[in-house]
């Protein structure tokens, strides 16, 4: 985890040539203290053969988007340690955003069998099992997510998803809610549950939620959409799209 910076204030100027050695000391620290990345690029420096170092180092980029330096990082760490958990579900997460799905599934599963109760390991694996159409596989990985940490939320949304490509229109509105429930302003999930109530014929309150979700940038034109679905289809709307 990132260290802060807690060097105290110097308060007496007792023994002129300590102070300044001391305040050089302190600015070089500080400098490389300035951000995470540069104060774990500096520990691995100094110690190369810690696999944790490398780790926390790779942790730290992919937080900056520098996926090939964390990919790196990452393997080294393997390399020192191939039982880091982390490490294996770091390089899942990248492969996952960059598109390769099945060398994520093979890496989230890695991570569960080192670390079972790993609920990120568990809901990345359920979405990636998603995206690649094995429903009943990703509904079970959602659910033992949900039964570890009943508040994770991305877990609720996703599952409320699945429901939808499932055509269970009622289950996913309870997940949307629940999702919702914890974070009210979660657009995704207003603009999920418009979705759900919309197929469950349930116009008025759809057309709320979707009027809800056009507020939000992130779901403007998928609400805009489906507020013009709910009029094209002459459903009995009295709300009016903006």
């Not at 799905?101 to 809901?123: C, G, Q, W």
């Amino acid at each position: 985890m990132p260290f802060s910076n807690r060097i105290p204030p110097l308060t007496t100027a007792v023994l002129v040539l300590a102070v300044s050695v001391y305040a050089v000391l302190a600015y070089q620290r500080n400098t490389v203290w300035d951000d995470s990345v540069t104060l774990w690029s500096d520990v691995v420096a100094k110690s190369p053969m810690k696999y944790r170092a490398h780790y926390n180092l790779a942790t730290e980029l992919v937080g900056t988007g520098d996926f090939d330096r964390a990919l790196e990082e990452n393997f080294i760490t393997l390399k020192l340690n191939p039982a880091t958990p982390g490490a294996h579900f770091n390089i899942g997460a990248i492969k996952h955003v960059t598109g390769d799905i099945d060398e994520a599934i093979r890496r989230y599963n890695i991570t569960i069998s080192l670390k079972p109760n790993d609920v990120k390991a568990h809901n990345n694996l359920a979405v990636a099992y998603h995206s690649k159409g094995l429903t009943a596989m990703a509904l079970k990985e959602f659910n033992t997510a949900l039964a570890l940490d009943p508040l994770h939320i991305k877990a609720y949304y996703a599952r409320g998803n699945l429901y939808i490509d499932l055509g269970n229109a009622p289950k996913a509105y309870a997940d949307y809610k629940q999702a919702l429930k914890y974070v009210p302003e979660y657009a995704e999930a207003i603009l999920g549950a418009g979705t759900a109530l919309e197929l469950m014929g349930r116009t008025e309150e759809a057309a709320r939620n979707y009027k809800l979700a056009s507020r939000y940038p992130v779901t403007r034109e998928a609400a805009k959409q489906g507020l013009g679905r709910l009029y094209s289809t002459g459903s009995p709307v009295r709300i009016r799209p903006e």
